[in-house]
């Protein structure tokens, strides 16, 4: 039997770059990630159509879309942006 798993992530893959593909969650790169999970929109495993799959960190798929951290402490802080400073608060000048 085949895994529907593997059909999607084929699909997925057909026409993107592996090593320039970013996690559209957080925008971290492939090589900054553990994994780029394929994430079904519609939740059917067995839909590879490419307007319902996207590619996203295993953070963003499994913590993001689906409410789990694969055990982790849920005390961990979700994905920030790659390469990017923190925001910083905006400092307005006095009136004169």
């Known amino acids: 039997m085949v ?3 593997k059909t ?3 699909v997925f893959w057909e026409n993107r770059n592996g090593s ?3 996690c559209p969650g957080c925008g971290r790169p492939r090589e900054a990630v553990d994994a780029i999970e394929v ?3 519609d939740r059917n495993k067995r839909n ?3 307007d319902n ?3 996203l960190c295993s953070d ?3 913590g993001g879309e689906h409410g789990n951290r694969r055990g982790l402490s849920p005390k961990l802080k979700a994905p920030i942006p790659f390469d990017t400073d ?7 000048s006095p009136d004169t």
């Open 60 to 62: 963003c798929h499994q």
């Open 53 to 55: 799959t996207m590619g």
């Open 8 to 10: 999607s992530r084929d």
């Open 20 to 22: 320039e593909y970013q």
């Open 48 to 50: 590879p159509d490419p």
């Open 86 to 92: 923190p925001p910083t608060p905006e400092i307005d």
């Open 39 to 41: 994430h079904h929109r």
């Open 3 to 5: 895994d529907p798993r």
